[in-house]
């Protein structure tokens, strides 16, 4: 039977009104299917490794499955822009870090907002990087370093995981608090420049734990300062760089969850709450504390404190990009 005109009216009027209603009920049913976390990157990487730590504490918050997809390719902006145009429901989430969600921001032409197209659900851990040199380096502490690097500008050469990467972005930091010149070598990932560095073939690095101290231990690089206030579990004897005389060169590598832009508050609290969870779990933590990771404190696990946290590294870290004119190729 055809329904008068009036009747179809008053019908459309009633469906467009029940949007606040129905999602709340929706909310209270989520997750009504399996989330899908992407992680922009290989397996086996370390933004991989902690997502899948997270997850498996995650998994009994929930009554439907949480399956780990990894998207590679173009520095992690396929995968990050693949979520930024899902559906903001809550089933389709991605894992950022520091890389995808703030330098990119600087050194691509995005077809997405890093900050405004997601909508943040927690910080997850971070990790404070470490200046390590090859070990026939003839200068032995951080200061040292830096006096031979002025008084051979040019010659010195520091591996990066590729143009644009955060380690070519820490060097060019590097370079501005220092006042030296050196050449800058990309390579397709951290490790095979970490090989490089063994073999004296470059000259320093600006890494993480997990990838430096390795050849700390074993004696095969030089490890002259970390870049925190503290000094790290995992690298007691390291000076921290305020000890080693570079004052407030300080660098991480941060990690977290975000979801698209417009997916309901009530959703992201669901997230956040399975999140912190999983961060509070002692197999969760010493699983971090393992790979050189620290998980953040319970305050900073807000949805809040992951946007405000996100905005002050945009602000901190795009000056310094845009004033090295680094662009990705």
């Known amino acids: 039977m055809k329904l008068p005109r009036r009747r179809l009216l008053r019908l459309a009027a009633g469906a467009a009104a029940m949007p606040t209603a129905s999602r709340v009920a929706w909310a209270q049913s989520y997750p009504s299917r399996p989330i899908t976390m992407i992680v922009p990157f290989p397996p086996g990487g370390p933004l991989d490794t902690i997502a899948r730590i997270v997850v498996e504490g995650m998994r009994g918050s929930f009554n439907q499955p949480i399956v780990i997809e990894n998207v590679p390719g173009a520095a992690g902006t396929i995968g990050v822009g693949r979520?930024?145009?899902?559906?903001?429901?809550?089933?389709?989430?991605?894992?950022?870090?520091?890389?995808?969600?703030v330098v990119n921001g600087a050194v691509y032409a995005l077809q997405y907002d890093v900050l405004n197209d997601f909508e943040p659900v927690s910080l997850f851990a971070s990790s404070s990087w470490l200046i390590v040199a090859k070990k026939s380096m003839p200068a032995n502490d951080l200061t040292s370093f830096i006096a031979w690097l002025k008084a051979n500008p040019d010659k010195a050469s520091q591996g990066t995981a590729g143009v644009g990467s955060p380690h070519h972005v820490a060097g060019a930091f590097f370079q501005k608090e220092t006042g030296t010149r050196f050449q800058f070598v990309p390579y397709r990932g951290a490790a095979p420049a970490m090989q490089d560095l063994v073999a004296g073939q470059i000259d320093m690095i600006i890494d993480s734990p997990t990838i430096t101290m390795p050849q700390v231990h074993a004696g095969t690089i030089k490890g002259y300062a970390a870049a925190a206030k503290n000094r790290l579990s995992i690298a007691p004897d390291i000076p921290t760089v305020d000890e080693a005389g570079l004052p407030g060169f300080y660098i991480s590598s941060w990690n977290g969850l975000w979801a698209p832009k417009g997916t309901p508050k009530d959703v992201i609290s669901k997230l956040n709450a399975a999140v912190v969870h999983a961060l509070a779990h002692p197999t969760v933590r010493r699983r971090v504390a393992d790979i050189g990771m620290e998980i953040f404190s319970r305050d900073e696990q807000t949805p809040e404190a992951l946007g405000a946290y996100q905005k002050a590294e945009i602000e901190k870290w795009w000056p310094i990009i845009k004033a090295a004119n680094i662009k990705a190729e």
């Open 83 to 101: 979520v930024a145009r899902a559906a903001p429901d809550g089933h389709t989430l991605v894992v950022g870090f520091v890389g995808t969600h």
